[in-house]
């Protein structure tokens, strides 16, 4: 039987996991790296710099932080939806040529041809960026298989929506996960919303940790806006996944402040819950405090890191826009042509 998945809203001081003023510091930057980069992509968009879909991560940022500072950096393999930029920084890619993609430039980490929703880096294990909705979850279980099979002792940590969540591969994801004991840790970023419709009225059950249940695939229901549940949770995870016992899904609360993309005005919720979220729940807000309050960093240090931050964004967004358009001839790279 699948452990009953574990809720963590209800949280008193005592049974909240405790980060080290390093790794405070640390969370605080990659997320505030997250946070000004996609203000600065949603500027761009407004000014025609940035062409197609477009999906910010503001507000979901603890998620990706806590996960990818539980792994193996370089070693366990990440993918995603098509709200991926977020995940590429934290990941360590360069801020330059995530935006040059955005804005379809060569310098672009796709060379310019994939844009905002499909980017790849096989160096730093980021296999996308995937438009297609829940793809990444079989592609992910593949990436497990992989590792299974050649003994690397990686984990594949698979991002998806609560919308996604819903989609029929992600079941039979599930299956063969649990079947072969694949190396994966199913990441549901649950905010509330899919596309644009509340998960109450989308799905038969919202606690979507137990959606494993049939399959025998333990859950837990986090505080996704939390970056230090967030980081627990994931040790845990990562460490059953890694040692043999097969997948794990983390169902990750957690709430974007913008559209589902930036074509969408999101008028099917009020004004009032997404600023209520941003002045109560805000994940930044949240380190930024515990830093001070504890004093290991004081007011002068934190606003020279915000200055050192959006000095990179600003370098990132003038790389973006200054950058050269792609040589016609990568019209015939990187494709398959079959007679």
């Known amino acids: 039987m699948a452990r009953k998945a574990v809720t963590t809203k209800a949280k008193t001081q005592s049974n909240i996991p405790q980060l080290s003023p390093e790794q405070e510091l640390r969370a605080y930057r990659e997320m505030l790296l997250i946070r000004r980069f996609e203000e600065k992509a949603g500027q761009m968009y407004g000014m025609g710099l940035i062409g197609g879909f477009c999906h910010l991560y503001i507000g979901q940022e603890a998620v990706v932080t806590g996960v990818t500072m539980a792994s193996e950096k370089g070693k366990d393999a990440q993918i995603t939806g098509y709200r991926d930029h977020g995940h590429m920084l934290v990941m360590g890619l360069d801020p330059k040529g995530v935006m040059a993609e ?42 497990a298989f992989a590792a299974k099979y050649k003994g690397d002792g990686s984990v594949s940590l698979v991002y998806f929506g609560d919308g996604a969540a819903n989609q029929g591969q992600v ?22 919303y899919a596309m644009g419709t509340s998960t109450e009225r989308s799905s038969a059950t919202t606690n979507f940790s137990m959606r494993g249940a049939s399959f025998d695939i333990p859950g837990e229901q986090i505080d996704g806006m939390d970056v230090r549940m967030v980081y627990a949770a994931a040790q845990r995870a990562i460490e059953h996944a890694r040692s043999g016992k097969g997948p794990y899904i983390l169902e990750m609360l957690t709430y974007r402040y913008r559209g589902h993309s930036m074509s969408d005005p999101a008028k099917y919720r009020s004004k009032d819950e997404a600023t209520k979220y941003r002045q109560e729940r805000d994940p930044i807000e949240q380190v930024k405090a515990r830093l001070l309050e504890s004093g290991a960093q004081s007011e002068e240090s934190i606003k020279a890191i915000e200055n050192e931050i959006r000095a990179l964004v600003t370098e990132a967004a003038d790389f973006a826009t200054n950058d050269a358009e792609p040589d016609p001839a990568e019209l015939w790279i990187d494709i398959t042509i079959s007679t």
Do not use: C, D
């Not at 063969?176 to 990441?187: D, G, H, R």
């Open 102 to 143: 955005l804005t379809g430039r060569q310098g672009g980490l796709s060379r310019g041809k994939g844009g905002s929703m499909h980017m790849f880096s096989n160096e730093h294990r980021f296999y996308g960026g995937n438009g297609i909705v829940g793809a990444q979850v079989s592609l992910g279980t593949g990436l």
């Open 171 to 192: 079941y039979e994801s599930f299956n063969i996960a649990k079947l072969w004991k694949l190396p994966v840790v199913f990441i549901i970023e649950n905010n509330k």
